[in-house]
């Protein structure tokens, strides 16, 4: 293989980190000291002006924080993380802005390079924007403001006498401070984050989006989304977050609680581009009303270590959840994804379908846990997962657990791990496309059925698209799968398109995923089954 | 300039461990048709795939020319752009390429048949006319979950596409229905006819070759080309079969 060849082969589904990985000066910034401690949390709260059941709490959790164990046998090594060494309040010193011109020139700059306003001006109903800890920018469309949709920070909700129990009540009942350490954790510092209340009956055209920017060295990001859609109530919520390359460890530790209430429906799109020294633990939950659906998709392409499952409790009956991911893990990457359905409801249904890919060493685990309580009658769910390795190096795991109690429900489960194999690329290739062409070609129609629901058109993409057009780079698979149009709700896999998915796996190499043999060597921490963590209350 | 098209010479290849193809010598000049028979296991697919460049083999001795250039060491795209196609036994399956924009690809990347998007658009739907491909398939995912016979014709479109100067056909008739047969029979008389293209047609199948001129046959057992022949020869092996072919070398080999 000749080096040209190596070195195009190497960029197939790589990230382009060069939009991400710039820094802005720290000066006259408010950061609190490294370390946790009753007084940091005091601080915090102090500077928030909260009232005093949520001070009450934050002490709460640092108690539980300290009094949980690490969980071991469990995903990847998060030892580098060091609690000492985190700073858990950093602050630019600003206020909040409605308007982009009364954010601070760095602060613009950078999301102004991330795209945000100018997804704002074209296709959003409202943008919230985190800079370390605190929101900066905030502001929502006057027509869905007149509609009665909230979309403020919990800070915000907090003041409002209004709003002020609608978050006590919700806030942290979903995902406990027990739930595992670094829940606790996040209620002990938690800043920053989204409240989004949609009233019965309105439905948003648009996507809210908020977007998580850490540009603090050595910091942590603890932003809480709270969001509550009413019955009959439809919302698009994206999250995107990023942050520029450092080399000691950030810590991402947020909490995503999600109401979404009968006959109403949720999407909620992440784009997850932290950068390689992030250590990601991030929690997300929804609970799901009667007849309602609740959307995930899911897009994690950075940060050097992640635990990610994002849980979706079907309560109400004939309620549905639909998981889309895509993970990406290069060099230094080990992510551990997946998601955890709990079917609780009569006739409901589930279906997750994922895609991993690993190049370079990096490392990608798979778990799903699908839990049908013993009432659900009639529940169906199906999962699927697909990895790809494009190197010798690389290693993908899919641990899938299954635990049904209810005799009428119907599961199925299909994964399949594999290669880019030596038949294929030498089809393509006895058809005129080079090697690298025909790696691209194969990754990008791997990654292309999920990655084509991920809403990069609101993201970042937008910004680099016109930098694309205008210097006329090569298309880099793996971020630019998505299409300029706007994305309209019902853009599902058409059925064919999942029976013709169905006819591939079975035609793939494909091996139980149940017992993931490890490519090289073995390593005993991983093959805990998802079913032995802990169950979300 | 001769005319010759393709010339082996003595061409020796096979996986790492095992050598497969021995001394093979065979030369196929422009519009010509080439068949190539022999009993199962003995190379004939082989020296398909080693013509094609597929790097599962390695080539131990002698050279391939193409068109008047060694190619013996090129890989497989630089050989499909010179002009050499093969339609594979059994085409893989790639999930999320769409068929119609794989087929704009591959001749877009050609300078010779770069064209308009719309041009491109008739010249797809009059080849889907004659091999009784529906328009549907256009938008499905390359082979995947193609019956056999529909594989067949998606090799068959991409061969009248793509106008190759040479193409190999490895046992593209078998697993195919009566029907099928014809319409792939159809579809290989067309590129004879519209592309004067040169022809080596691996078969067990003497039907295929019904409607084809044979110019020249030949016979491969154990990885030698052991006869070779007018198209007489054809069904002389269709009476008696290989048998007298495979004591010949065995004896030689003695």
């Not at chain 1, 915090?44 to 005093?52: C, L, T, Y």
């Not at chain 1, 060493?361 to 659900?376: L, Y």
């Not at chain 2, 082996?8 to 095992?18: C, F, V």
Request: glycine letters at 8%; hydrophobic letters at 35%; proline letters at 5%.
């Amino acid at each position: 293989m000749s080096e040209t060849t190596e070195r195009k082969r190497s960029e197939v589904a790589d990230v382009d980190r060069s939009l991400y990985d710039f820094v802005m000066s720290e000066e006259g910034y408010e950061r609190y000291a490294d370390g946790l401690t009753p007084d940091i949390v005091r601080a915090i709260s102090e500077k928030k002006d909260e009232p005093a059941w949520m001070l009450e709490m934050r002490l709460k959790a640092l108690d539980v924080f300290h009094e949980m164990r690490m969980a071991d046998n469990w995903g990847p090594d998060t030892s580098g993380l060091d609690m000492d060494h985190i700073s858990t309040y950093v602050s630019p010193k600003t206020k909040q802005a409605r308007d982009w011109d009364d954010v601070p020139e760095d602060i613009k700059t950078t999301f102004e390079r991330l795209g945000i306003p100018e997804a704002e001006r074209e296709s959003l109903a409202g943008v919230g924007a985190q800079y370390d800890s605190e929101i900066v920018y905030h502001n929502m469309r006057e027509e869905v403001a007149e509609q009665g949709v909230i979309y403020t920070t919990i800070e915000d909700a907090l003041h409002d006498p209004q709003w002020e129990p609608v978050v006590h009540q919700y806030f942290g009942k979903l995902i406990p401070m027990r739930d595992h350490k670094f829940a606790a954790l996040h209620y002990a510092v938690w800043s920053g984050g989204s409240f989004v209340y949609v009233p019965e009956g309105v439905t948003l055209s648009y996507p809210l989006q908020s977007y998580f920017r850490l540009n603090a060295s050595g910091a942590g990001q603890f932003e809480h989304t709270l969001i509550i859609v009413e019955p009959g109530a439809d919302l698009h919520f994206i999250e995107g977050c990023s942050a520029p390359k450092y080399y000691e460890a950030n810590l991402h530790a947020g909490a995503v609680e999600l109401y979404v209430k009968d006959h109403a429906r949720l999407r909620y799109s992440t784009i997850e581009n932290w950068s390689k020294n992030m250590y990601n633990l991030n929690t997300k939950r929804a609970t799901v009303g009667a007849d309602s659906r609740m959307e995930w998709v899911s897009g994690s392409f950075g940060s050097h270590v992640s635990y990610l499952y994002p849980t979706t409790i079907l309560q109400g009956a004939r309620s549905t959840c639909e998981f889309t991911g895509i993970t990406f893990a290069g060099a230094t990457q080990d992510l551990d994804t997946g998601c955890k359905v709990i079917l609780n409801g009569a006739d409901t249904t589930a279906s997750v379908d994922t895609k991993s890919i690993s190049k370079d060493g990096g490392v990608n685990t798979f778990r799903s846990s699908v839990v049908i309580g013993a009432k659900a009658e009639r529940a169906r769910a199906t999962v699927s997962c697909s990895s790809l390795m494009l190197d010798d190096i690389s290693r993908s795991d899919t641990i899938p657990a299954m635990d049904v109690r209810c005799g009428s429900a119907s599961v199925g489960h299909e994964a399949t791990i594999g290669r880019i194999s030596d038949d294929t690329i030498l089809y393509l290739m006895s058809r005129g496309c080079s090697e690298a062409e025909a790696r691209t070609m194969v990754v990008n129609g791997f990654a292309n059925p999920v990655s084509k629901e991920l809403p990069l058109e609101y993201a970042v993409i937008s910004r680099r698209r016109r930098f694309r057009t205008s210097t006329c780079r090569p298309r880099r698979p793996g971020t630019t799968c998505a299409s300029t149009r706007f994305p309209s709700r019902s853009r599902r896999p058409s059925p064919k398109a999942r029976s013709s998915r169905a006819c591939r796996a079975s035609s793939t190499r494909s091996r139980p995923a149940s017992a993931p043999k490890p490519p090289h060597g073995s390593w005993p921490r991983r093959v805990t089954p998802a079913t032995s963590r802990s169950r979300p209350a | 300039m001769s005319d010759t098209l393709l010339t082996i010479d003595g061409l020796s290849a096979g996986t790492e461990d095992k050598p497969i193809l021995h001394n093979v010598s065979l030369s196929v000049s422009s519009g010509e048709t080439h068949v190539l028979m022999g009993p199962n296991g003995a190379g004939k697919s082989t020296l398909g795939h080693v013509i094609m460049g597929d790097p599962a083999y390695q080539v131990s001795g002698g050279s391939i020319y193409f068109d008047g250039q060694d190619i013996t060491e090129l890989a497989p795209d630089k050989r499909s752009l010179a002009g050499i196609f093969l339609s594979y036994q059994a085409p893989v399956e790639v999930p999320g390429v769409p068929l119609y924009s794989f087929l704009r690809t591959i001749c877009q990347m050609r300078p010779e048949l770069k064209t308009t998007a719309r041009k491109f658009r008739q010249r797809v739907n009059e080849i889907c006319e004659q091999l009784s491909l529906p328009d549907s398939f256009l938008t499905r995912e390359l082979n995947v979950g193609f019956s056999g016979g529909e594989k067949k014709k998606i090799e068959m479109l991409q061969l009248l596409l793509l106008r190759p100067k040479l193409a190999i056909l490895d046992e593209t008739d078998s697993g195919l229905d009566v029907d099928a047969l014809s319409i792939v029979s159809r579809g290989i008389e067309a590129y004879r006819k519209d592309c004067d293209g040169a022809l080596i047609v691996i078969t067990h199948n003497t039907r295929i070759l019904e409607r084809l001129d044979v110019d020249r046959a030949h016979v491969m057992v154990h990885g030698h080309l052991v006869a070779d022949g007018p198209a007489s020869l054809i069904d002389e092996i269709d009476a008696e079969g290989f048998g007298r072919f495979e004591a010949a070398i065995e004896g030689g080999a003695q």
